[in-house]
């Protein structure tokens, strides 16, 4: 059953369907504006595939612009980690995607107290050389992320109606 939908003019989302960061990015923002405030209330109001559309782009961003660290320290943690997102977009296709976030789930898992806690600037800037084993799965995805991205793109597109309310 889907609660939240955004709606959507054919046109509007076709046009979309040209850049595939435009087209996930503006469903996340749609998803997020007419989302409730409470943040412990959000996951049910969408369905499952909007969740992981905003796993994924919450992933993308913040690794695309910090790494793997970034993501962790900006609280994305639990929620890339300790749910079913690696699996369901192995499902999607987005196999590389999927890898990266297994391989980095257990460094996450054995490192999550020290990651998590609560820093200055200056100890995050410091995470990154007290962490180097992340760099390399950055590294992976950024080799990937534009590929990964169009594919996530076609599935939004090949499956439109769990996504968007499409008039």
């Known amino acids: 059953m889907i609660a939240t939908q955004p709606v959507m003019t054919r046109q509007e989302f076709e046009s979309l369907t040209a850049d595939p960061?435009?087209?996930?990015?503006?469903?996340?923002?749609r998803y997020r504006a007419i989302l409730t405030t409470d943040a412990s209330q959000q996951l049910g109001q969408?369905?499952?595939?909007?969740?992981?559309?905003?796993?994924?782009?919450a992933w993308d961003g913040q690794v695309a612009n910090g790494g793997?660290?970034?993501?962790?320290?900006?609280?994305?943690?639990?929620?890339?980690?300790?749910?079913?997102?690696?699996?369901?977009?192995?499902?999607?296709?987005?196999?590389?995607?999927?890898?990266?976030?297994?391989?980095?789930?257990?460094?996450?898992r054995e490192k999550k107290e020290i990651l998590e806690r609560?820093?200055?600037?200056?100890?995050?800037?410091?995470?990154?050389?007290?962490?180097?084993?992340?760099?390399?799965?950055?590294n992976d995805y950024y080799a990937i992320?534009?590929?990964?991205?169009?594919?996530?793109?076609?599935y939004v597109v090949a499956h439109a109606e769990l996504f968007a309310a499409i008039r």
């Open 21 to 29: 960061a435009e087209l996930i990015w503006t469903l996340c923002d």
């Open 46 to 57: 969408l369905n499952t595939e909007q969740n992981i559309l905003l796993g994924f782009e």
């Open 68 to 108: 793997i660290i970034q993501l962790i320290e900006n609280g994305y943690g639990s929620f890339i980690f300790e749910t079913p997102l690696s699996e369901v977009l192995r499902e999607w296709g987005l196999t590389g995607t999927a890898e990266i976030i297994d391989r980095a789930r257990s460094l996450y």
């Open 118 to 138: 609560e820093k200055t600037l200056q100890e995050f800037a410091k995470m990154y050389q007290d962490h180097p084993e992340f760099e390399p799965l950055d």
């Open 145 to 154: 992320m534009d590929a990964e991205r169009e594919q996530m793109a076609a």
